[in-house]
């Protein structure tokens, strides 16, 4: 056993590079670096913990959006603490997505400054290791959740054009008929909006029978099928239907009722069913033709970072509890497919998410080396270059993969 992951982390490089392989509910933990299981872990007393007569404080680096006094993960960290088991957990803000958490923490990590435990996406596993240093979940704990892109649309705007509201589009080409019956004679200017990240990419790329990275972790989207699976995407805005806005307008462009289709997160399921003044509907992110899906699955893990004793120890009192039923249920409620064996009962509107998790999903792409965080990034841009028509579907693709692949190991 590692002290580090590394040995496991060199292991998931060998079986599963680029996140091809295919997990169920039970088994999503097994697929990340550092060993994490799932279910509820039964870790055993920590009774120097226990015994301390002051409290040893740990800091856990979050999304913005995790950060709210009402988001179940900050009631999660409330009710460990409630606990009274001698740790006291702070949630703190470290950026609006998973790659200002990753840069904010790794300059605390070498300032010797915490945070002892990284809301870490999936995507920065291998890098975590390689420049970040995780501790091997396998002997700290860790608890995960599984998000997956699925199609929310507005019931009320289906009915008065005409649709039905219990049917939703199966694919892409269906997404576009019903763009075009959805804003026919109506003030709509387009119908459909969709988080522009790598995520989203690769979902267009996969469904395509693409890949972002082969099966050696190198570059490989510049193939035939991954340049026409961005091409279905890059379609719907040419023929009007996908509106190009920044990612943070689309969802309060959707609540508004300014948009009647917006595919993003499942995790953003509460959120949106909170803020929604209309009736919501949920479906499966569409299929690219009648080929057969390939979803991948997105999300994150709690990575523990610190090389104290003490803290690491702090960090297990906190997992266990995150991985226990009461943690699990309280995440749940986020929207996130929580890897547990736990029968927690699924939210309103999970279905769609639950069906694709059981049909199999792949991995996000696991981004390797040291500058992993960098070819993520040089791949995000070179897809919202795309999406948002500053370049054309082949030279993005073409460039795009020529850049990323002088960034990986």
């Known amino acids: 056993m590692t002290t580090n992951g590394s040995e496991h982390a060199d292991d998931l490089v060998q079986r599963n590079p680029v996140g091809r392989h295919r997990f169920s509910r039970c088994t999503a933990l097994r697929a990340m670096a550092g060993g994490a299981v799932s279910g509820s872990l039964a870790f055993g007393a920590i009774p120097t913990i226990a015994r301390q007569s002051s409290f040893t404080e740990i800091e856990i680096a979050l999304l913005q959006v995790f950060s709210g006094p009402d988001h179940p993960a900050m009631r999660m960290i409330e009710a460990f603490n ?7 957990v702070t949630g703190t803000s470290y950026g609006a997505n998973y790659e200002e958490v990753m840069q904010r923490a790794q300059a605390n990590i070498s300032a010797q400054i915490g945070p002892t435990i990284v809301v870490t996406g999936w995507k920065y596993a291998l890098f975590a ?3 970040l240093n995780i501790v091997d979940l396998r002997e700290v704990g860790g608890e995960a959740a599984v998000s ?32 075009a019956t959805l804003t026919a004679g109506s003030e709509i200017d387009g119908a459909v909006v969709g988080e522009v990240n790598e995520w989203t990419a ?13 099966d050696e972790g190198k570059a490989a ?14 379609a719907l805005r040419t023929d009007g239907h996908f509106l ?14 300014n948009v009647p289709m917006y595919f993003t997160s499942v995790a953003s399921l509460a959120a949106i069913s909170s803020g929604a003044g209309f009736e919501l509907g ?8 009648e080929m057969a899906k390939s979803m991948p699955s ?8 610190t090389q104290d004793a003490g803290q690491q120890e702090a960090a297990w009192a906190f997992l266990d509890f995150a991985s226990s039923t009461e943690g699990a249920t309280i995440w749940n409620e986020t929207g996130y497919l929580v890897a547990t064996t736990d029968e927690i009962p699924p939210l309103p509107g999970q279905e769609p998410a639950y069906v694709q998790m059981e049909a199999g999903l792949t991995n996000e792409t696991i981004w390797p080396g040291e500058r992993g965080l960098e070819a993520l990034s040089v791949f995000n841009d070179w897809m919202s270059r795309i999406v948002n028509g500053d370049v054309s579907v082949e030279d993005g693709m073409n460039d795009g993969n020529a850049a990323v692949a002088a960034l990986l190991p």
Do not use: K
């Open 244 to 257: 190009t806005m920044a990612n943070d307008q689309m969802r309060p462009a959707f609540l508004a009722g």
């Open 221 to 234: 989207f510049d193939s035939d099928a991954a340049v026409s699976g961005m091409a279905v995407w890059d």
């Open 282 to 289: 949920t479906a499966e992110f569409p299929a690219t033709g």
């Open 298 to 305: 997105g999300g994150n893990f709690l990575g523990v970072y």
């Open 148 to 179: 997956i892109p699925i199609l929310y649309y507005n019931r009320d705007l289906f009915t008065q054009a005409g649709l039905d509201p219990e049917v939703a589009p199966a694919n892409w080409e269906e997404v576009a008929e019903f763009a």
């Open 129 to 131: 290791d390689a420049a």
């Open 82 to 88: 409630a606990q009274g088991a001698g740790v006291q």
């Open 202 to 214: 690769q979902s267009f790329i996969q469904n395509n029978g693409g890949r972002v990275l082969n």
